[in-house]
DNA sequence: ACAAAAGTGTTATCCTTACACCCATGT
DNA sequence: ACATGGGTGTAAGGATAACACTTTTGT
């Protein structure tokens, strides 16, 4: 066991509050899909999402954002709370504890840290995976995206955990229109649109949805973009942030 | 300081978990105005929401229905948590117990526990006033229902959280036809448009609010009412569950 | 020239909104 | 009779959904 760990768990026991524990639901958008961060742990076939724990006098909304900044290096990305995990058999540390094999978990205090009892509150972040640098943390021998559609196992509830982050992005989808921290500074419209399939997880008719984003306002269009396709080059777009904000603030739709 | 404080505060620190707290924003309908059900601390003008902890084997769901039955009697009610509040500053304890004026918190065991930064889940709970018998804990003088535009000043931050959840019940109510815990068995239309006008805080048209509930199908007709008004007796509704539940289940408009 | 994908247009249908009108009832 | 509030109807406008047509580009 390396000496990294080590003081990890040290100033994880002393500097955290015990008991409650922060799951980043993290995605991004690359090759016409949408991707999940994972971590695998070392030496095993453990996949879990990246977390962590709450510092003594810290918030817990930047906990979460500390979270994001060691394991991508963003530190401003769409980052929103949706759910509390309070189940208390939601984690079961002695199959954890089998498959590590005898890693990581001989301390006493530690094995007693990770045995206690947590409630874990779930967080969700679009982020955008060409300025993402995943990096693995001291348990894990990688982070890195993996296609939304075929996920590994996970860990505990994590899958329960990720299922619901989706389906509140669902429901949010419909007053909040994501997207700007997700694609690149320009892209298509088709790009956006087959991000919200990925969301969606259902096709959308092109037409249709061209003129409801453009009808929003908060774009700008920009000189035609010329790559190699044997069709018709598209528009470029951005987001007019100023606009894009204004519209987060109201929602769309609704009431 | 009577017997009955001091064993809850013993059994409140050997059997729940420290650092989180539950607060529940109950909320009830009642002569034409929503009411939101809050506690007085004995011999203070301190107002605060329902709560209480998690028990050490409890899961957090059962914890806020425990609380429901403990504070109003009743068992099956529309519970649902909304938010976690994380800050770590959320509470001046010290400003507490100076208005407590040497109440309660004497013994150092629960002084620290009361000390101690609490993370605390909100729940709202949509019920029906007639049916419920609010109780008061041992701290408190009274138990009782306040309607919700006249709301004294609360305790620590207990207003953002009512305010984070009327906000959260307004969006859900864009897709969850709420009502059915609330109301008594028979209604008329009417008063369930001055319901949803509660919770909107803004007036609804009456015609058009009257087709949109009845194209949902989830409504029974009964015979006529035959109140005293000078005026056409309105007709009594009452919901169909099976078909209320499915509506639920699959939620209104949207995607 | 042709396929492929982008951009735009058309139509039918539905939903929302703002009213207007009539109905039943108690005074 | 009439004021009061309940129930229903209508017409305009907007949003949605399905689909057709045109445009541009690389091969």
Known sequence: MQQGVEKMFESMISECIPGHSIDCVVLGYEDKCLKLLLLKWKNTSIWSLP??????????????????????????????????????????????IKKLNNQFLHDTATVDWFKQRFITTGYFALVDIRKSHPVPDALSESCSWVDINKLPDLIFDHEEIVRLAMSHIRIQLNYLPFGISMLPKRFTMTE????????????????????????LGIFMRH????????????????????????LLEKGIGFI
């Not at 900044?69 to 002695?94: A, I, P």
């Not at 649109?193 to 092109?206: A, S, T, V």
């Open 192 to 215: 956006l649109q087959k991000l919200y399939e990925g969301f969606l997880g259902r096709p959308l008719d092109r037409g249709n949805f061209q003129k409801k984003m453009l009808k």
């Open 223 to 246: 000189e035609k973009q010329l790559l190699g396709g044997a069709h018709k080059a598209p528009w470029l777009y951005s987001f007019d942030r100023t606009k894009y904000e204004a």
């Open 51 to 96: 977390g962590g724990f709450i510092q003594k006098e810290e918030h817990m909304d930047d906990a979460a954002k500390r979270i994001m900044v060691e394991r991508t290096g963003l530190d401003t990305v769409f980052l929103s709370q949706f759910h509390t995990f309070g189940n208390h058999c939601r984690r079961n540390v002695d199959d954890l």
